[in-house]
């Protein structure tokens, strides 16, 4: 399998391959986002977090910190970070805890659209994924080069 099959499009360097507004292009999603955004979130972490949080554990915990605090977006915001740096797309903290804070909606929607992008089925999880993809590893980094002096 090459590499543009397991992810997907490819992306520009740097780049969301959607708008941040763009939330009504995918409308089931959107939906699912506006009415129980921990099952969005869920999917999202499972992910990126390579399988280590399940998708399961991730939305209950984002559910239980919304519903004591109010600020699940402050640990929804850290996957935005995290996602941000594996993929090496463009941003800061400041722009990533603004986004989830005035738009929780719009920011989870737009991090489940990428991994989407990226050649993800995020009904099937990371562990779905990758036995789709005979376990290759999905998202490893690509080292270009040999080595160099």
Known sequence: MEAQHLHGKPQAEGQWSTGFCDC?????????????????????????????????????????????????CLYSCYYRKKMRAQYNIEGDDCSDCLKHFCCELCALTQQYRELTHRGFNMSLGWAGNLERNQGVAMGAPVFQGGMNR
């Open 24 to 72: 009504f292009s995918d409308c089931s999603n959107c939906c699912i986002t506006c009415w129980c955004p921990c099952i969005t979130f869920g999917q999202v972490a499972d992910i990126v977090d390579r399988g280590a949080t399940t998708c399961g554990t991730a939305g209950a915990l984002y559910a239980l910190i919304s519903f004591i605090t109010g600020c699940g």
